[in-house]
C-alpha cells in the first residue's frame, strides 16, 4: 500500500511515496514560495501515484484542533503568503484523500518513535536546533496538541555566564531560540555556526543553554528518551558536553535507569535526516484508520 508524506518546511517541500514499513520509495522537493505557486506543483506531483492518504508534517504555528473552523491551517507565520492557508482542505480538494496532519516536529518525533531510536516508547521528545528551535512531544503514547502545540522553544533560559551575545528572538530577551538557534549563534560569534567547530567558548555556551531547557523539559514532561536534531547538532561534540552539563544539573535528583545511562538518554536523531518524511508516512497511515 502506498502513502504520500509532505514535509512542509519555511524554505522547501520535501514530498515522498512511502510504503506501511515507512520506506521512501521515491522523493522530489520543491523550494517553499507563495501557497499559490507551490502548491500546485506538490499535488501535480502526488496526483496518479495511488496513494492512500497524504500526511503533512508542517512548519509552524498550525491549527491542530480538529473541532476549530480554522483546521489544517497555517496560522501567524511571516511567511509572505502562508499566514492563514489551509493546507489540510487544499489538498483534500485536490487529491480526494484523508490528509494527516500535526507539526514538523511532531513529525519527526513520529517516525522516531515508530521507526528510529525511540521505537515503542510512549514518552519522548525530538528537539531541533537549527534556525529556530522546536520541538514534539509525546506522552502516555500520544503527540501533544493542546492548547495550540508545545512551543518548547521559546521558554525562559537565565543567561549564561561569560555570554557576550543577547537573544536575537523579536519575542523574548531571553528564550532558548532566541539564544542557541544558528542565527543567534552568527550573531554572538560573528560567523555561522559551522564555521565555529574548533571555538571551545562556543560550544560550552550553547551546551549550557540546551542542557538547562533538557533539565526543565526532562522535570515537565518525564520523556524517556530526548532526540536532539536540526543543524546545529551536527557539531557532535555538543552531545558530551550537553550530557556532562545536564547531569550536573539534575545533581543526583532524578533517579531512574535513564539517568544512569545518559549516552543513550540524549541522543542524536536516528533516520538520517528523513525522521519528518518519514513521520509524515505514518502521518498518512494514521489518516487512514
Ligand atoms: P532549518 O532549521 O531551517 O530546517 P537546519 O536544521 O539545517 O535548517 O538549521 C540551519 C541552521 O543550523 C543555520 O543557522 C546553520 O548555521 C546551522 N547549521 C547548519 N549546519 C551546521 C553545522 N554543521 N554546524 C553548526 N551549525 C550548523
Ligand atoms: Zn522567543
Avoid at 531571553?174 to 565555529?196: D, H, M, T, Y
Wanted: aromatic share 8%.
Amino acid at each position: 500500500m502506498l502513502f504520500g508524506a509532505l514535509e512542509a518546511g519555511g524554505t522547501k517541500m520535501v514530498c515522498a511515496i512511502g510504503n506501511e514499513n515507512g520506506e521512501i520509495l521515491e522523493q522530489v522537493k520543491f523550494p517553499t514560495e507563495i501557497p499559490e505557486t507551490t502548491m500546485p506543483q506538490i499535488f501535480e506531483y502526488f496526483k496518479g501515484k495511488d496513494i492512500k492518504a497524504l500526511g503533512i508534517a508542517c512548519f509552524g504555528p498550525i491549527d491542530l484542533i480538529k473541532e476549530s473552523p480554522t483546521y489544517g491551517s497555517i496560522t501567524s507565520t511571516p511567511k509572505k503568503g502562508w499566514s492563514g492557508y489551509n493546507i489540510v482542505n487544499a489538498a483534500k480538494e485536490a487529491l480526494g484523500i484523508p490528509v494527516g496532519f500535526d507539526t514538523d516536529v511532531n513529525g519527526s518525533l513520529l517516525g522516531e518513535v515508530t521507526w528510529g531510536c525511540a521505537k515503542g516508547l510512549s514518552d519522548a521528545i525530538y528537539l531541533t536546533i537549527g534556525t529556530g528551535v522546536g520541538g514534539g512531544v509525546i506522552s502516555n503514547g500520544k503527540l501533544l496538541h493542546g492548547m495550540l502545540h508545545p512551543e518548547v522553544g521559546h521558554i525562559r533560559l537565565p543567561f549564561a555566564k561569560n555570554d557576550p551575545g543577547k537573544s536575537v528572538c523579536p519575542f523574548h530577551d531571553n528564550c532558548f531560540e532566541g539564544l542557541a538557534a544558528g542565527p543567534s549563534i552568527q550573531a554572538r560569534w560573528g560567523k555561522p555556526a559551522v564555521e565555529l567547530a574548533d571555538k571551545p567558548e562556543v560550544w560550552e555556551i550553547e551546551s549550557e543553554y540546551i542542557a538547562t531547557a533538557l533539565m526543565s523539559y526532562a522535570l515537565i514532561l518525564s520523556p524517556k528518551k530526548i532526540i536532539l536534531g536540526g543543524g546545529v547538532m551536527h557539531q557532535e561534540q555538543l552531545f558530551s558536553l550537553v550530557r556532562k552539563k545536564f547531569k550536573e544539573l539534575v545533581n543526583g535528583y532524578i533517579l531512574t535507569k535513564e539517568m544512569d545511562d545518559l549516552d543513550n538518554y540524549i541522543v542524536p536523531a536516528s533516520l538520517n535526516d528523513n525522521q519528518g518524511i518519514m513521520g509524515a508516512i505514518k502521518l498518512a497511515i494514521d489518516a487512514c484508520e
